[in-house]
């Protein structure tokens, strides 16, 4: 079966400071993967999606950025977090190629709380 | 501009009564709809979907209604219970250019009360 993991589970980070954030699927090849954010009293806004190695779409200009190292690893960056940045960043994948349709959704990490002081 | 709106930002009902969420949206290119439920501290997890070809879809307790003509949909949770308490977040797919990825309502948060 598939699994995604994201870490940290909280972060906490003086503003200024770089973030990396790291996203791993097991259990599948070739994922589409994605970042979402959800700020206090806001839903969930797509950040980035990747469908390969390499391959990064922005949603939202901002100061973070993603990268695709590897198959199935999606990494969240900043060089310099501004209080903004605080939120509920969550990690996501579904099956290479697929749009996202009723029986193929995205699956959720469990996120990463970061808090920008 | 917000294209999938969840105008009720929380729903409080009873347990074992019916608890209705609702969702509306305006870019008429969306043919996916998939409801996530939410615990705090957690990612969301797929609850259940619909096709634009379809106007109802059925799972256990949990049913979801499209209405094409209204862009409107919800999600019908029968009977209701504890446990069920969560952000629900309506979400669409297959607008043009937008196959790969969701875009997600801010959330109802839903209390079921014992």
């Known amino acids: 079966s598939q699994t995604i993991h994201q870490w940290p589970a909280t972060l906490v980070q003086p503003v200024g400071s770089p973030l990396s954030l790291e996203c791993t699927v097991e259990?599948?090849?070739?994922?589409?993967l994605y970042w979402y954010r959800q700020a206090a009293g806001r839903g969930l806004q797509l950040l980035f999606y990747s469908v390969g190695i390499g391959q990064i779409s922005s949603e939202v200009p901002q100061n973070l950025s993603a990268s695709r190292p590897q198959d199935r690893q999606f990494i969240l960056s900043s060089k310099k977090l501004l209080l903004s940045d605080s939120g509920f960043y969550l990690c996501?994948?579904?099956?290479?190629?697929?749009?996202?349709?009723?029986?193929?959704?995205?699956?959720f990490g469990n996120g990463t709380r970061l808090t920008v002081t | 501009d917000q294209q999938v709106k969840q105008n009720s930002p929380s729903l409080s009902v009873q347990e074992g009564r019916i608890s209705i969420l609702n969702c509306d949206y305006t870019?008429?290119?969306?043919?996916?709809f998939l409801w996530y439920k939410k615990y705090p501290a957690e990612g969301p997890t797929f609850l259940i979907s619909i096709s634009s070809i379809k106007d109802k879809n059925e799972d256990g307790r949990f049913t979801v209604f499209l209405n094409k003509s209204a862009k409107h949909l919800s999600l019908h949770i029968v009977p209701s219970q504890p446990g069920d308490s969560a952000v629900y977040f309506c979400a669409a797919s297959g607008a043009l250019r937008s196959n790969y990825k969701l875009t997600f309502g801010k959330g109802t948060l839903l209390t079921v009360n014992p």
């Open positions: 259990g599948t090849s070739n994922p589409n």
């Open positions: 870019n008429s290119m969306f043919d996916y």
């Open positions: 996501a994948w579904t099956y290479r190629g697929d749009r996202v349709t009723y029986n193929s959704p995205l699956h």
